[in-house]
T-cell receptor, first 115, second 111 residues
């Protein structure tokens, strides 16, 4: 079974630009979560989708948005990029929403650098 | 809101030394607990998980963790570390909301 895939793997943008990151979950997984990983803050939760509906949202500004498609693939968008948005963005997928189905499988991440 | 605290930012051990990494969480209800590991240049991988039952959980590569409900803790242990255990370790907790991670502990194992 293929793992979680994320594209692109590396991205360089300048301040003020916008960016879209993509995540394809493991086949059969209906839930996708996004995290921002930085050296000082560890992994911070961005949002979680299940069956195209946002189930939870972290404490990030409205510049960060996401969506999930009917095939469970997900995208996240960051508008008006700031230097502080430089981070590794991780996507994780899992089968369900509760109990023992809560084991998440992580992708390799997209390394975003904002200049 | 739930939070996770990992006590050590960076731990340096010699090979064959014993390891214990601390993890405490703040949430009064039922929790699911996880330890993930991130080896240099690799994906986050699940080391072990606790959902219910025996509070002593065994994971991959000889790791284990003990859930102590009264202390809100889920410490990770390994009796004898190897150089290949050099990695960053993350504790994560799920209560009512999404999975919340600690800031991680970097483990360096020296020969």
């Amino acid at each position: 079974k293929a793992g979680v895939t994320q594209t692109p793997r590396y991205l360089i943008k300048t301040r003020g630009q916008q960016v879209t990151l993509s995540c394809s979950p493991i086949s059969g997984h209906r839930s996708v979560s996004w995290y921002q990983q930085t050296p000082g803050q560890g992994l911070q939760f961005l949002f979680e989708y299940f069956s195209e509906t946002q189930r939870n949202k972290g404490n990030f500004p409205g510049r960060f948005s996401g969506r999930q498609f009917s095939n469970s693939r997900s995208e996240m968008n960051v508008s008006t990029l700031e230097l502080g948005d430089s981070a590794l963005y991780l996507c994780a997928s899992r089968t369900g929403t509760s109990g023992s189905f809560y084991e998440q499988f992580f992708g390799p991440g997209t390394r975003l650098t904002v200049l | 809101a739930q939070s996770v605290s990992q006590h050590n930012h960076h731990v340096i051990l010699s090979e064959a030394a014993s390891l214990e990494l601390g993890c405490n969480y703040s949430y009064g209800g039922t929790v699911n607990l996880f330890w993930y590991v991130q080896y240099p240049g690799q994906h986050l991988q699940l080391l072990l998980k606790y959902f219910s039952g025996d509070p002593l959980v065994k994971g991959i590569k000889g790791f284990e963790a003990e859930f102590i409900k009264s202390k809100f803790s889920f410490n990770l242990r390994k009796p004898s570390v190897q150089w290949s255990d050099t990695a960053e370790y993350f504790c994560a907790v799920r209560g009512k909301g999404p999975l919340v991670f600690g800031k991680g502990t970097r483990l360096s194992v020296i020969a």
